[in-house]
């Protein structure tokens, strides 16, 4: 019999410590943080995903300074966040985007999210910051404003830079100093009137530049942030925006030109917090699918339903039979034989899936909302599909009743009713706004409805948020010249698959 020696020994232990390790479930690079108001996705390390979410919601809290009506307000919906060191994965999530982005917000029926590549190019936070900006702003302020205030609010916002407990706000990005100095301007009576979807893709940099000058330029002073305040209130109201604009400031487009070229001294405020807010968090590890299917189950909630990628589909089948029983893996798969595939297949995995567990949220919630999926791609059995969705969305609804997205698809299920809409519809539709208020595809369908019930006063307050989207484009376009036929503003049956007096975000005392 042979002895072991000392290096035997150290061998043996070495491959017992392998095979645990091999028996155990296998983890992901991704990590999962969650706080009281954001779910953070990152391939990082904990210690840089912890800084992170503590970067945003020090972030968070100084947006809410800024705005004292928030800041004892907490978000019904929390803001997902992905976080990609490869910028090659934003175009995997969004393969639509343009090849310099570097980072875009999406609050859709499916959730809210925002995308972003650490150092995307503006700066470190930047990216973020200016996502984060509008959703912040849509989340607490759903109102009309032009698209210039929007994006020209973000921009200023997303130069925050936090260095302690020491917050300065108003500082500037050098891409937009040099869109100033070095972009031919747009005429400014169009930086008011024009959307970021009406301006040419050469046309964008000195957009958003100006967008941030003429937004710094008005917050500097405390007259001029009156004269901003009364003018988004005037534009909220209907007024033109140039109009309202020039009576608010007193100047004409020349003038306001004039003032904005020779604005230079760009003042700061500064924020002294007593210590940096620390948010409880967990931090969980991903299971090993993540790697293959995180991003792609992403792809599948941003796609549009129906339109097939065949190599895409293909890919996820591949990827999801590596992970049998993977809740993740199975999901991802069923969701894109909904949207692209195979239904049949798609209520399989769910039918096994929720026999195993009956009482599970988010397989109940899948089990529905595919079940819609499908309804849009299968005309003839739309009517069939929409039916078979509202039973599992109920069920989904009683286990928890705070989440939107069950009450937005069981909204959207009973849309094919001639009986629609009922006045539970509309409890349903105001409901999931008020639960996600930065989602204006509610508010679009909540308008829409209003107006078949010929509320046109409530339709149109609800509608303001959606013809208002800086990003809306051909839609909003389609919308407007809507609202204006007669017929369709009587019926409100348009093809499209905030209340009260619009409250703007605040202005900082200088």
């Known amino acids: ?56 919601t020090t972030y968070d809290q100084v947006l809410r300074i800024f705005n004292p009506s928030t800041l004892e307000r907490k978000p019904k919906t929390k803001l997902q966040v992905f976080l990609f060191s490869n910028p090659a994965n934003l175009k995997r999530v969004q393969p639509s985007l343009p090849p310099n982005a570097a980072g875009f917000y999406r609050a859709m029926n499916e959730g809210v999210f925002a995308f972003a590549v650490r150092d995307g190019g503006l700066g470190e936070d930047d990216v973020l910051f200016h996502e984060y900006a509008h959703h912040f702003m849509l989340e607490n ?20 830079e936090i260095t302690g407990t020491t917050i300065k706000v108003g500082g500037y990005n050098p891409a937009r100093v040099y ?33 941030w000058l003429l937004m710094h330029y008005m917050r500097s002073d405390l007259a001029r942030a009156a004269q901003l305040d009364a003018a988004t209130r005037a534009i909220a ?14 100047k004409t487009m020349l003038q306001l030109t004039e003032a904005l070229r020779a604005y230079r001294k760009l003042p700061n405020y500064e924020i ?22 995180l991003i792609d189950a992403q792809r599948l909630i941003l796609a549009p339903t129906g339109r097939v990628d065949a190599e895409f589909l293909a890919e996820v089948r591949r990827k999801a039979a590596r992970y049998p029983g993977d809740a993740l893996a199975e999901r991802t798969l069923a969701r894109a034989e909904f ?55 109920g069920k989904a609804y009683q286990l928890d009743k705070a989440d939107f997205r069950t009450l937005y698809a069981y909204a959207m299920s009973r849309s094919v009713e001639p009986t629609y809409p009922t006045e539970n519809d509309l409890t349903a539709l105001t409901e999931a706004r008020s639960l996600a208020p930065a989602v204006t595809e509610i508010s679009l369908q909540l308008g829409l409805a209003l107006m078949r019930k010929g509320r046109r006063e409530d339709a149109s307050r609800v509608l303001a948020i959606v013809l208002n989207n800086p990003h809306g484009g051909a839609d909003v376009a389609r919308l407007r010249a809507m609202l204006d036929q007669s017929d369709a503003t009587k019926t409100g049956k348009f093809d499209f698959g905030g209340t009260g007096d619009p409250q703007p975000p605040a202005q900082p005392n200088p």
Do not use: H
């Open 1 to 56: 019999m042979r002895r072991r020696t000392p290096l035997r020994r150290a061998g043996l232990l070495l491959l017992a410590i392998m095979a645990l390790a091999a028996a155990g479930p296998a983890q992901a690079r991704w990590l999962r943080a969650e706080t009281d108001r954001f779910v953070i996705y990152s391939s990082g390390g904990e210690g840089q995903l912890r800084a992170f979410a503590s970067r945003l």
């Open 141 to 160: 302020f759903p109102s009309a404003y032009p698209a210039w205030f929007v994006e020209g609010w973000a921009e200023y916002f997303m130069t925050t």
């Open 179 to 211: 869109g100033i100095f070095n972009e031919t301007w747009l005429p400014l009576d169009k930086l008011l009137s024009a959307t970021t979807a009406e301006t040419r893709d050469e046309r964008r940099d000195a957009y958003y530049a100006q967008a």
């Open 237 to 250: 109201a209907g007024e033109a925006p140039v109009k309202a604009v020039q009576t608010a400031a007193g």
């Open 272 to 293: 002294k917090l007593t210590a940096l807010p620390t948010p409880a968090m967990t931090v969980t590890a991903m299971p090993a699918s993540a790697d293959d299917l």
């Open 339 to 393: 949207v692209m595939g195979d239904v049949t297949a798609g209520e399989a995995i769910l039918k096994r899936r929720l026999a195993e567990n009956s009482g599970d949220v988010e397989d109940l919630l899948l089990a529905g909302t595919g079940q819609v999926l499908a309804g849009i791609r299968d005309q003839p059995r739309r009517l069939e599909r929409f039916r078979a969705a509202r039973s599992l969305l």
